[in-house]
């Protein structure tokens, strides 16, 4: 049964699918998060991991920022690992540190060992979706998931890493292992979405993060096949997909390959090393464009932030000019816990009215 809403109206839904909308979109990552005091009050009585189980939280968090901002998506709340955890990876998320796997996957043993993500597990997120499409009224709702490059390296490093060495050594040194444990990833990452999806979600996003370690020859040796096949098995549903990652920039054409022609509206999204008029140029026709102001800038004060706000605006303007199908305003990274939620706010409000 199609549980998805018909929101015609929305701004996010016309960009993402190249039809013109009636006014720039405009929405953050991590705009549920450590910026809001009312997420930083109900955080403070729960873990990551439980609040991101918990389906009363999930629903909380996620309309905080459309409550106090404005924008014009939600992106549900949740974490890039969920997937693994749901799979059966004992791992928790450490203040300030990130996701900690307890036993790191380092051997084809440990891959064969990997067991599917299990639908129940996930059934509170299924839960908050459906009180969040009823909450939600003519917003939509972001389901996101980690690639699976991303989720492999945290398994194959045990946490965040800054060289990924392990996880570039089993990639290139013994790459049946690598294939084979990229297999077992997509097939998480394949369900956790379509779980979402099942559940009513409006659009989704994959979050790559750390693919901008990667020459663009490994990318595509070792990555592209993978996520390329996430997309392909989501595209039926016919809900918006972006593509997201760090760092990215020579990445973006082949990037905008694994979400486009599939039939689905293909979005990508651009961190603020690279312009959004560039951006157009690299990535496959039919591809529009979200981004992509740099999280530091709302730390500057609003003079600052209002001259890039307009200027990020403009080059999205100029992007869809030089052929990328439609824009969407966003960062190009998620928002920095020191932001001032009132900058964020007047940020929407400027958007809207450019």
Known sequence: MNMRRELPESPYLAAAAGRKP??????????????????RELRAKNTMMQACFDAELIT???LQPVRRHGVDAAILFSD????????????????DVGPVIEHPIRTAADVAALRPLERQQVAPVADAIGMLTR???????????GAPFTLASYLVEGGPSKHHERTKAMMLGEPETWHALMTALTDVTIGFLQAQVDAGVDAIQVFDSWAGTLSLADYRGYVLPHTARVFAALAPAGVPMTHF??????????????????GAPGVVGVDWRTSLADAAARVDPGIALQGNLDP???LAGWPVVERAVRAVVEDGRRAVD????????????????ATDPGIITQAVELVHAL
């Open 22 to 39: 009636n006014r720039v979109p405009v929405w953050f990552m991590r705009q549920a998060g450590r910026s809001l005091p009312e997420y």
């Open 60 to 62: 909380e968090i996620t």
């Open 80 to 95: 890039i690992v969920v997937p693994l955890r749901a799979s059966g990876i004992a791992l928790d998320i450490v203040p």
């Open 135 to 145: 909450a939600l009224g003519e917003v939509p709702l972001i389901g996101f998931t």
């Open 245 to 262: 990652g760090v760092g990215t920039a020579e990445l973006l054409g082949a990037m905008s390959e694994a979400v486009a022609g599939r």
């Open 296 to 298: 530091v800038v709302l």
């Open 322 to 337: 030089a052929g990328a199908a439609g824009h969407v305003f966003n960062l190009g990274h998620g928002v920095l816990p």
